[in-house]
């Protein structure tokens, strides 16, 4: 590599999360939800879950979710509706949360981007909530 010339961060950072153990994982996003603020605590305590239903986070996110549909954020409580839903171990609470996330996308203009994540995660727990949603 010459002098000043510098690789790329992003898939660096990316290749070192792909080796790290889901253990590791959770460890790594429980302390991050400890020294960041604002929606970014809420992505790493749901990354910090995955795999694995947490109705009190689900709970949590859906009223967080509520507050921010208050202030007229309806994408960001969507995610957070999304996630919730990934969340929810009782199936009513997951199809629930699903169907206010669709709805709070539409508000914002964004419906293409929960029904580009229809099938990602079906309602279950897993790795497809640690992905950012993006429309297609």
């Known amino acids: 590599m010459r002098p000043g010339a510098s690789l790329p961060r992003e898939p660096i950072l990316t ?12 460890r790594l996003h429980t302390g991050a939800a400890a020294v960041v603020s604002g929606s970014a605590v809420w992505l790493h305590l ?10 009190y ?15 007229g954020q309806h994408a ?13 171990p009782a199936r ?19 419906g293409s981007r929960m029904l580009s994540t229809v099938g990602t995660s079906g309602g279950r727990s897993g790795r497809a909530r640690d992905v950012p949603w993006q429309a297609s």
């Open 15 to 26: 290749g070192i999360y792909a080796q790290l153990s889901p253990a590791r994982r959770q």
């Open 46 to 55: 749901v990354a910090a879950a995955a795999g694995a239903p947490d109705p």
């Open 57 to 71: 986070l689900a709970e949590q996110l859906e009223a967080v979710a509520a507050d921010e549909a208050d202030r």
């Open 76 to 88: 960001i409580a969507g995610r957070h509706l999304r996630w919730a839903a990934d969340l929810s």
């Open 92 to 110: 009513d609470d997951r199809e629930r949360r699903v169907v206010l996330a669709y709805f709070a996308f539409m508000r914002a203009g964004q």
